[in-house]
């Protein structure tokens, strides 16, 4: 039998590769390879004109996870996140990830009833969306 016709019934499929599967979060990945370089230069955000290294951007994944955990939020509960592909929507990716928080992401394009009819109907604990 191939790969393409075994019916999986699992999330993964061990025999897919001769790489062993990591056992990790990826905040624990983040974390380890923020211990490891600091001073490396993580992400840029050429349009915000944003450089971050590993630590500068864990200091503010950091920042967001604290403030979420402050405001209620809990393991498995889902966050919407209504933002276009900006800096804050890839830190607020990692925050959620090392909370265990399952994050929803809303069309920056949706209007008003459609951002209703998502949030309901996932069951979002809460919302977040730029000031403008």
Same mark, same amino acid.
């Given at each position: 039998?191939?790969?393409?016709?075994?019916?999986?019934?699992?999330?993964?499929?061990?025999?897919?590769?001769?790489?062993?599967?990591?056992?990790?979060?990826?905040?624990?990945?983040?974390?380890?390879?923020?211990?490891?370089?600091?001073?490396?230069?993580?992400?840029?955000?050429?349009?915000?004109?944003?450089?971050?290294?590993?630590?500068?951007?864990?200091?503010?994944?950091?920042?967001? /996870?604290?403030?979420?955990? &402050? @405001?209620?939020?809990?393991? +498995?509960?889902?966050?919407?996140?209504? $933002?276009?592909?900006?800096?804050?929507?890839?830190?607020?990716?990692?925050?959620?990830?090392?909370?265990?928080?399952?994050?929803?992401?809303?069309?920056? /394009?949706?209007?008003?009833? &459609? @951002?209703?009819?998502?949030? +309901?109907?996932?069951?979002?604990?809460? $919302?977040?969306?730029?000031?403008?």
């Amino acid at each position: 039998s191939t790969a393409s016709s075994t019916k999986l019934t699992t999330s993964y499929y061990h025999h897919a590769s001769s790489l062993p599967f990591v056992y990790k979060t990826i905040s624990q990945s983040f974390d380890e390879t923020t211990a490891k370089y600091p001073d490396h230069e993580c992400f840029v955000f050429k349009s915000e004109q944003k450089r971050y290294t590993f630590k500068s951007f864990k200091d503010e994944v950091d920042s967001l /996870a604290a403030s979420l955990l &402050e @405001l209620g939020f809990e393991k +498995n509960d889902r966050l919407a996140v209504w $933002l276009p592909n900006t800096s804050e929507n890839v830190a607020m990716t990692f925050a959620a990830s090392k909370l265990g928080l399952i994050k929803v992401n809303i069309n920056p /394009a949706y209007v008003g009833r &459609e @951002l209703e009819y998502c949030i +309901n109907k996932v069951g979002c604990k809460g $919302l977040i969306l730029s000031p403008s």
